[in-house]
């Protein structure tokens, strides 16, 4: 399985944007999704994600209110939609999936994941 991010850009401060994480064959379907993000300078942290049922979903407290994750089964994308975006949430957008299938609960450890994305850039500037 790979996964393709997109959507990324320039926004003004207040401003939204979508995110999509693309998987490239069904063999995803099982799998937990999560965002995570690298600002400059810093390390990644993590952002949302979701089981493989959509019915276990966790958000970071800083994005918390503000980013909606969910997850297309017909097109295997996973989408994360950011609105009331602040400068801090600048960074590097990256989706990774946990290959361990049919997990119903989610974590926030990076370490549990292990099929990464690209990456796509946001910045939140005026």
């Known amino acids: 399985v790979r996964l393709v991010e997109s959507g990324g850009g320039l926004v003004q401060p207040g401003g939204s944007l979508t995110l999509s994480c693309a998987a490239s064959?069904?063999?995803?379907?099982?799998?937990?999704v999560a965002w995570f993000r690298q600002a400059p300078g810093k390390g990644r942290e993590f952002v949302a994600a979701i089981n493989w049922t959509g019915a276990s979903i966790r958000y970071a407290d800083v994005v918390k209110g503000r980013f909606t994750i969910s997850r297309d089964y017909a097109k295997i994308t996973v989408t994360l939609q950011m609105t009331s975006l602040k400068p801090e949430d600048t960074g590097v957008y990256y989706c990774?999936?946990?290959?361990?299938?049919?997990?119903?609960?989610?974590?926030?450890?990076?370490?549990?994941?292990?099929?990464w994305g690209q990456g796509t850039r946001v910045t939140v500037s005026s």
């Open positions: 064959d069904r063999a995803f379907e099982p799998y937990a």
């Open positions: 990774a999936a946990d290959r361990r299938p049919r997990r119903m609960a989610v974590t926030t450890d990076i370490a549990e994941y292990d099929i």
